[in-house]
């Protein structure tokens, strides 16, 4: 029998099991995705609580998605060296553990180190339940598979900062963490009863590439934290980024080698000969650029520019998560009945049309302007997760599943991670562009301008009481302040164009991607 026909067979059980077991693992993966960014609107409380410097606060965030990224491509060989369900639920057993010792933790050092096992661990969960979901569903049913699994992939980032706000309010911020606990018990208790091991994963033989495992370590941690800090440090103007740029690419390209020449790497980069999976994950990677980029920008605009509340601006994200959520409770029944390339060019059209409507965002734009985007947005997200995934992983043998999705999952968080850093990046240096433009303007030969200054001077004078001279001041601050915002809006209308052309890069790879299986067909073999 080949290994691609044992993929089918193995889950050939009572049906209802399949979708226990998705249900299983899609609680360790919400709890994951969620946490990732629910404590972003708990800093400031936290930073309270422990009296700290914003330098030292911003490592409860850095921390964690370094561990994260660290782990991500090992996942593959936890679950095949200590057996797919016990790693999953020791992940899941630890992660719990850790979100009560961040709740918990008395010292600011303490939580940190609570939010390195708690990225250790959920960044090797994750992959391991997309694997499971793959494994536990017939190679036709993957697009139903990948529908549940972006569930919590792409819901996750839109109801955490708002989840975050909501506990941080009312009951405070140490129970964003505490409320994992009962997840967590009854993840690991479902997980126990309906999770098994396929037959094909085996304990690798031989010693530990424990070489391997410090070359990506050194890599992906120096690139996370390059990614996380550069904006703050000036990038390669400082001495500091030009060292993690440089241990970036030494480690990374250390780990690279290692993998092409061991006899037995800890990571099999073999998956990439896969030109379907090769082209999938590259436009991961496009796609967490995109979608972590106007999940950051788009909040931040509202609340800035807008005057929104943190509620509010995930109220403006919250429709179009569920927008995503309808997307995909029926697309993935037209995989392998639609070309699964026709599939994704609609939800990038869908995404390209979201991101020109918002390039022309003003101070002055309404609830709706900023949601019906979003609408558009999250529909067509839920064309592009899941046919993309189930494409990219239809020509991989079983075995190569564990290794496959945490190489998957890591892409996808990078792009995330370069997509925000980005962001941030031509947000703050094109305010200052043109806010330099816009101020260029303001000398006494502009008659529209001496013309608004005395009226808002009069203004001023009037209403606060003051002499003329501390009117004028007061106009030319008002004036100056408006500027800002004026320029903070451009800004954004540039972050947004950029973001555009993430999605416009889709469209050359598509022609590369092909491969999607007729419905009902055997899986080839292997």
């Known amino acids: 029998m080949s290994d691609a026909l044992v993929l089918d067979a193995a889950p050939a ?54 561990a994260n990224a660290v782990i991500l491509p090992l996942s593959g060989w936890l679950g095949n060296y200590f057996g797919r369900k ?40 994750v992959p391991m339940s997309q694997a499971i979901l793959l494994e536990s569903f017939p190679r036709h049913e993957h697009g139903k598979a990948m529908a549940l699994f972006g569930v919590g992939v792409i819901f996750g980032p839109i109801v955490g900062p708002t989840l975050g706000g909501f506990i941080t309010d009312t009951i405070g911020w140490r129970w964003v963490f505490y409320i994992n606990a009962p997840l967590g018990l009854i993840g ?95 436009l991961m990677f496009l796609l967490g650029f995109g979608l972590f980029g106007s999940f950051t920008m788009l909040p931040l605009f509202v609340q800035h520019m807008l005057g929104y509340t943190a509620t509010l601006a995930g109220l403006v ?22 070309d699964t390339r026709l599939l994704i060019a609609f939800g990038v059209a869908l995404n390209i049309a979201c991101l020109v409507i918002l390039q022309h965002v003003y101070q002055g734009v309404d609830f709706r302007y900023v949601t019906v985007p979003r609408l558009m947005q999250g529909f067509g997200l839920g064309f592009i997760f899941v046919p993309l995934t189930a494409v990219a992983f239809a020509g991989l043998r079983p075995e190569q599943m564990g290794q496959a999705t ?54 001023l004078g ?4 003051v002499d003329p001279t501390t009117a004028q001041h007061m106009a030319w601050g008002t004036l100056g302040m408006q500027l800002g915002g004026q320029a903070m809006v451009l800004a954004y209308n540039d972050v947004f164009w950029l973001l555009t052309l993430t999605f416009v890069g889709f469209l050359p790879f598509l022609l590369l991607l092909g491969g999607h299986a007729k419905r009902g067909e055997a899986p080839p073999a292997h």
């Not at 396929?198 to 050194?218: C, H, M, N, Q, T």
């Open 86 to 125: 016990r790693s999953y639920l020791t992940c899941l057993v630890l992660f719990t553990l850790a979100s009560i010792g961040s709740g918990a933790a008395v010292s600011l050092p303490m939580l940190i180190a609570m939010r390195v096992l708690q990225g250790l661990a959920g960044g090797a969960m």
């Open 406 to 459: 945490g190489l998957f999952n890591l892409l996808r968080n990078e792009g995330g991670s370069v997509g925000i850093a980005m962001s941030s990046t031509v947000l703050a240096r094109h305010a200052q562009v043109h806010g330099a433009h816009l101020a260029e303007n303001l000398d006494n030969a502009n008659a529209a301008l001496a013309t608004n200054l005395t009226a808002m001077t009069h203004g």
């Open 13 to 66: 059980r009572p049906a209802p099991n399949k979708y226990l077991v998705a249900g299983t693992v899609m609680i360790g993966t919400l709890m994951e995705v969620i946490d990732t960014s629910v404590a972003n609107v708990s800093l400031p409380h936290i930073q309270g609580t422990y009296s700290a410097g914003v330098d030292e606060i911003t490592w409860v965030i850095t921390s964690y998605l370094v």
């Open 462 to 465: 009037a209403a606060a009481g």
């Open 317 to 338: 994200l919250s429709p179009g998560g569920l927008m995503s959520l309808v997307a995909m409770a029926f697309v993935g029944n037209l995989i392998g009945r639609v």
């Open 188 to 282: 690991g208790l479902l997980g126990f009863l309906f999770i098994v091991d396929p037959p094909y994963v085996k304990r690798p033989e031989g010693r530990i590439d424990y070489l391997s495992f410090l070359f990506i370590a050194l890599g992906l941690g120096s690139l996370e934290i390059l990614l996380n800090r550069g904006q703050r440090y000036d990038w390669f103007a400082s001495p500091r980024i030009q060292v993690y740029a440089l241990l970036t690419v030494l480690g990374l390209a250390l780990f690279v080698w290692r993998s092409l020449t061991a006899a037995r790497p800890l990571v099999d980069l073999r998956v990439f000969r896969s030109r379907p999976f090769l082209v999938g994950t590259l």
